[in-house]
């Protein structure tokens, strides 16, 4: 890897993760004043197949809210379709 790459690898990864803390730190600042309002908290976004899995990622991925789209795992980007459970089902424990 060129020095170049490694730097503007470097100045993406940083603004990556600084993006997810600002959003994280916002997440959390909502929460406090869905509390402080009486709403009740969020249920979870975990879709029920995926929970308690060492394979779920549940990141978000896109520009806008409209063109947003979420990546449940590697296996199944979209989450288990079938019915029962997930056959690539990993316990996080």
């Given at each position: 890897m060129s020095v170049t790459n490694e730097l503007f690898y470097?100045?993406?990864d940083l603004c990556r993760r600084r993006a997810y803390e600002q959003w994280h730190r916002g997440q959390s600042k909502q929460q406090i004043l869905?509390?402080?309002?009486?709403?009740?908290s969020l249920p979870p976004t975990r879709p029920q197949p995926c929970r308690g899995c060492t394979n779920?990622?549940?990141i978000a991925y896109g520009t806008s809210r409209a063109k947003r789209c979420t990546l449940v795992c590697a296996m199944h980007p979209y989450g288990w379709q079938g019915g029962g459970g997930c056959p690539d089902w990993q316990d996080e424990g």
């Open positions: 470097r100045a993406n869905r509390s402080q309002a009486g709403f009740p779920y990622h549940g």
